[in-house]
């Protein structure tokens, strides 16, 4: 059974740093793309970003130029690089991960939440 574990979350001042990470145990021929959303009281999940399993990175607009996702395809493990914190970036921060259990057969998992909260 697949499961996807993440550490790294906490409470930090504006301007300052945090780094998530999400490492997957469990069985999967490959994992595909890797992600991490972020849910704040009140408002919808949206993606933060995302990156291929060739490396290709996508960025929502609030983060670019501040947050980095990188992978490790060898542990199994996403993470993503927080500078330049602002209080907007509060929220719960999910990591998810699209892995193929079997040939052709791709699921979604998904992390269990990290509290992120950057104070002013």
């Known amino acids: 059974q697949v499961q996807l574990v993440e550490s790294g979350g906490g409470l930090v001042q504006a301007g300052g740093s945090l780094r998530l990470s999400c490492a997957a145990s469990?069985?999967?021929?490959?994992?595909?793309?890797m992600g991490w959303y972020r849910q704040a009281p009140g408002k919808q999940r949206e993606l933060v970003a995302a990156?291929?399993?060739?490396?290709?990175?996508t960025y929502a607009d609030s983060v670019k130029g501040r947050f980095t996702i990188s992978r490790d395809n060898a542990k199994k493990t996403v993470y993503l690089q927080m500078n330049s914190l602002k209080p907007e970036d509060t929220a719960v921060y999910y990591c998810?991960?699209?892995?193929?259990?079997?040939?052709?057969?791709?699921?979604?998992?998904w992390g269990q939440g990290s509290q992120v909260t950057v104070s002013s």
């Open positions: 998810n991960m699209r892995g193929e259990i079997r040939l052709g057969v791709e699921l979604v998992y």
């Open positions: 469990g069985i999967m021929l490959r994992i595909n793309a």
């Open positions: 990156i291929t399993s060739g490396g290709s990175t």
